[in-house]
């Protein structure tokens, strides 16, 4: 049961109102012998790093709400030793600058040994407090004025002014006692305060120096340093003053920067990070529909967001409180400056791959990469859209990411923390919010419905339900509900209110179809999302036939076909999409209906609105392609342009590193080696490969039960399955025992 901690939230003042900074928490503890263990509980408002004898031990807290505040519980003691030790946490506030999606009440910190030893370790026990005076925030950037950027301000960190190793406390920074701002409780308590306080529900953020400095690029505009284009960082390297420099890392990353730097006192130093270098001359680049090569930087210039560096005296190691995202970074001083290092500390969710698809394509193995690191990189403390521009969980891109998830290897909790996490964002109106955690509510009413189909997909490949055996029909009623908010709302009230978003179809205002809420793609979504709920998630075949019917009875006459086309019959504004053609065979697929073939000719004469990147995953899984491979023109293409990771929408492009355009891992698990899951918990599977174009293919996937293998080479399939499967496979079906199979 939760209960009241020692210990109690502490800050540097009493009025929240002068909150924006960065604060030291520190504690002191003498040892004669150090504790078999040491357990504490810490979290903080905004955020934390915390250090025991100058050593980082954790950060956080992990991104939630303020009903939903996490807390992290760590083992102190293989950081402690005999005699003095110190406890130092770096606390901050980004205050009215903070991203959207960072929830706040106001700096606060807590800190709570678990068990009775040690209670001056609970805060406020000894704990003292101090306030960086050199250490600022800003929104800083240059160029990127056009597009919507919300990830929190940049730092000024002034190097005179702060000590140079932050878990290493000061005597000189004015330490004072802290206030008492609230009593600690654990959420369900019995009374709260204004963070209630729940344990962290995924595994620690990775924190790994990057091995290999930059390569030093020339060529673009302002650069005066002579050299070789793509020679490696030097230790000791020197700009003289007004020089600047640009740095490229290889491939785009998510990290903390870190650098050694010294040089006149006073002198600025400004960090410019960039996903790729723009043409000079392209005063907006959303005009700019040209491709570009990401390795190119001769004539072209940085754009991006910034940070500021001001030297003191001597050698100091900046490292920026919360990490950036960037492939280039662009370094200028207007003093003498000498780098005595650079690198990167990168972090994100610790995926682990355990899954992998080989084929005799290097192309297609090349996509296969760069979607993975797209994958890791839209992967924190959440999912999020874009590492670069917003770092929001939306529910579009969220689906994806977490099948995706279910896929690539076991882990299944950031897939958990995703659909727990949106679904706390639901309203009086019965709608979940577009995105989540995020300090503005944003509604897009049919990612209301892609959250019901992500807890359809959970069903389908996780183990967290629960479900009665003997209950074959089993409904997920809070999936409803979230369904018939969609349908109760009128459609009028949804227009006017809210944004309709689909995909970034050009001519599609905002990305919004024609006829808005009940355009026919929208429609056919709301149907998918109540099949997903009213069906047995364990088999179309175990469901009741006479409901299946019944819902096929409604469902179908309600759509007519225009031209060979699906129409709602009551969408006024319809036009042609492939949008409303995928969504139309998922709705026949779940109702257990052969697939309409793809109408090609029929698209292409009503000049029907074609997919982009985000929704052709469904148009791949519903088409049925001879040869998905032959789909993948537009991955190709951006590895063609150098990217390292894939991109938003085709050009003009805002974001380098867009997790829905990372679906093909999911094309050539689902499509190519045709698994999918049939039953509740993936405890039995369908497998129905589509080789296409290729001679040779090797799918390995992590499943919950073991090693699922789908190989295919001269015509002939191998097959590993760790539960019952249903092949299909040259018009034939066979159900597949648990283990070795070899067909053909």
């Not at 109690?8 to 009025?15: A, G, R, T």
């Not at 004072?176 to 654990?186: I, K, L, M, Q, W």
């Not at 290897?409 to 989540?436: P, V």
């Not at 929704?615 to 590895?639: A, N």
Request: hydrophobic content about 35%; aromatic content about 12%; glycine content about 8%.
């Amino acid at each position: 049961m939760p209960v009241q901690w020692n210990a109690k939230w502490i800050s540097h003042v009493y009025d929240p109102r002068e909150d924006l900074g960065v604060f030291l928490f520190r504690s002191k503890l003498k040892l004669s012998e150090i504790p078999e263990t040491l357990y504490v509980k810490v979290s903080a408002d905004n955020r934390y790093k915390l250090y025991v004898n100058g050593e980082l031990v954790s950060f956080g807290p992990q991104r939630g709400d303020t009903l939903h505040w996490f807390y992290e519980t760590i083992d102190l003691s293989p950081k402690l030793k005999t005699g003095d030790n110190e406890i130092v946490a770096v606390v901050w506030n980004f205050g009215w600058l903070a991203p959207m999606a960072q929830i706040s009440v106001r700096t606060a910190f807590v800190f709570d040994v678990v068990g009775q030893e040690f209670p001056d370790l609970n805060t406020p026990g000894n704990w003292k407090v101090a306030k960086l005076e050199g250490w600022t925030f800003e929104m800083m950037h240059s160029g990127i004025e056009q597009f919507y950027t919300d990830i929190g301000p940049g730092e000024i960190i002034d190097g005179s002014k702060h000590p140079d190793a932050l878990g290493l406390a000061s005597e000189s920074l004015g330490w004072r006692d802290p206030h008492v701002v609230y009593t600690a409780v654990e959420r369900g308590a019995g009374y709260s305060t204004p963070w209630n306080l729940v344990p962290r529900s995924i595994p620690p953020m990775r924190y790994a120096m990057r091995p290999r400095p930059p390569l030093l690029r020339h060529g673009f505009v302002g650069d005066t340093i002579t050299g070789q284009d793509g020679d490696r960082l030097s230790e000791g390297f020197v700009l003289q003053a007004g020089q600047s420099i640009l740095l490229d890392f290889e491939e785009l990353l998510c990290a903390y920067p870190r650098f050694q730097l010294s040089g006149q006192a006073g002198s600025t130093v400004t960090l410019t990070y960039a996903e790729g270098t723009w043409p000079a001359e392209d005063e907006s680049p959303w005009t700019s529909k040209a491709r570009r090569d990401r390795d190119v930087v001769r004539g072209r210039m940085v754009r991006g967001y910034q940070d500021k560096l001001i030297l003191g005296e001597g050698v100091h190691t900046f490292e920026t409180l919360w990490w950036r995202t960037f492939r280039y970074v662009h370094v200028h001083s207007d003093g003498p400056l000498t780098i005595h290092g650079l690198t990167a500390v990168e972090t994100g969710y610790p995926i682990e791959a355990e899954s992998s698809f080989e084929c005799d394509r290097p192309e297609v193995d090349k996509i296969w990469e760069v979607a993975l690191r797209t994958v890791e990189r839209c992967a924190g403390e959440t999912y999020f859209d874009c590492p670069y521009y917003e770092q929001l969980q939306y529910v579009g891109d969220t689906r994806i990411q977490a099948l995706i998830g279910y896929y690539l290897g076991k882990d299944r909790d950031l897939q958990r923390n995703a659909i727990e996490t949106l679904g706390w964002s639901r309203m009086s109106n019965g709608l979940t919010r577009s995105r989540y955690p995020d300090r503005q509510p944003q509604i897009i009413p049919p990612f209301s419905l892609w959250w019901v189909l992500m807890r359809q997909d959970q069903r389908l490949y996780d183990r967290i339900w629960q479900t009665d055996p003997e209950d074959d029909d089993p409904i997920d009623s809070e999936g409803l509900d979230v369904a018939n908010a969609f349908n109760r709302l009128s459609s009028e009230a949804i227009d006017r209110t809210f944004w309709n978003f689909v995909d970034w179809v050009p001519g599609w205002e905002g990305g919004t179809p024609p006829g808005s809420a009940r355009a026919t793609v929208n429609m056919l979504t709301l149907y998918l999302a109540h099949l997903a709920t009213e069906i047995s998630l364990d088999s179309i075949d175990r469901a009741d036939p006479r409901r299946v019917q019944a819902l096929a009875h409604y469902i179908l006459p309600q759509f007519e076909k225009t031209g060979g086309l699906v129409r709602h019959r009551n969408d006024p504004d319809w036009i042609a999409s492939e949008h409303a053609e995928a969504l139309y065979r998922c709705v026949q697929q779940r109702l257990g209906l052969p697939l309409d073939p793809w109408p090609y000719d029929q698209l292409e004469k009503a000049g029907a609105a074609r997919c982009t990147y985000y929704f052709s995953y469904y148009k791949h899984l519903t088409m049925q392609p001879d040869d998905y491979i032959s789909e993948l023109g537009p991955w190709r293409e951006m590895i063609e342009e150098n990217l390292t990771t894939f991109a938003e929408n085709p050009p003009p492009v805002r974001s380098d590193c867009h997790a829905w355009s990372s679906h093909p891992i999911l094309g050539l698990f689902q499509v190519v080696a045709g698994v999918t899951s049939a039953g509740e918990g993936w405890k039995r599977a369908q497998i129905a490969p589509h080789p296409g174009s290729l001679r040779r293919f090797d799918a390995k996937i992590a499943h919950p039960d073991g090693l699922m293998r789908v190989q295919f080479e001269a015509g002939k399939l191998s097959i590993e399955t760790p539960v019952e499967s249903q092949l299909v496979w040259q018009g034939k079906s066979a159900v597949l025992q648990p283990g070795a199979h070899s067909i053909g």
